[in-house]
């Protein structure tokens, strides 16, 4: 699936912002453990190379879906409370066979875990 995963955690992360549970505009810490080294393509950790900034959710999701950012996309993927989150969302809607497990920054640590997703 690779980056197509990406697009499931924005719709559950919208999802989740319609059921009032988490707020489009709320700050996200950007902690230093999401950064991907030693290079990942993530415009948002070009721009903070530190991490250690609170990015709003808007943002990073436009970064996800925009620009495919690895990095935005681990940090919403944990917002929205992780791939099981995600996977329950995208069966309630009728999508079969979809199954996410990994996130980028495992796919950096090891590109065969890219098959379980």
Same mark, same amino acid.
């Given at each position: 699936?690779?980056?197509?995963?990406?697009?499931?955690?924005?719709?559950?992360?919208? /999802?989740?912002?319609?059921?009032?549970?988490?707020?489009? $505009?709320?700050?996200?810490?950007?902690?230093?453990?999401?950064?991907?080294?030693?290079?990942? /393509?993530?415009?948002?950790?070009?721009?903070?190379?530190?991490? $250690?900034?609170?990015?709003?959710?808007?943002?990073?999701?436009?970064?996800?879906?925009?620009?495919?950012?690895?990095?935005?996309?681990?940090?919403?993927?944990?917002?929205?409370?992780?791939?099981?989150?995600? $996977?329950?969302?995208?069966?309630?809607?009728?999508?079969?066979?979809? /199954?996410?497990?990994?996130?980028?920054?495992?796919?950096?640590?090891?590109?065969?875990?890219?098959?379980? $997703?």
């Amino acid at each position: 699936m690779q980056s197509v995963f990406k697009l499931p955690v924005a719709i559950t992360a919208l /999802h989740l912002v319609e059921e009032g549970k988490i707020m489009r $505009n709320q700050p996200v810490r950007f902690l230093p453990s999401d950064r991907i080294l030693p290079r990942t /393509h993530s415009p948002l950790q070009d721009k903070y190379p530190d991490g $250690n900034v609170d990015i709003p959710l808007r943002e990073l999701l436009q970064l996800e879906i925009s620009e495919s950012d690895n990095v935005a996309a681990d940090i919403a993927l944990r917002t929205v409370g992780g791939p099981a989150i995600v $996977n329950d969302y995208m069966e309630s809607l009728g999508v079969q066979g979809f /199954h996410l497990e990994d996130d980028e920054q495992g796919l950096a640590r090891d590109v065969k875990v890219q098959y379980r $997703n």
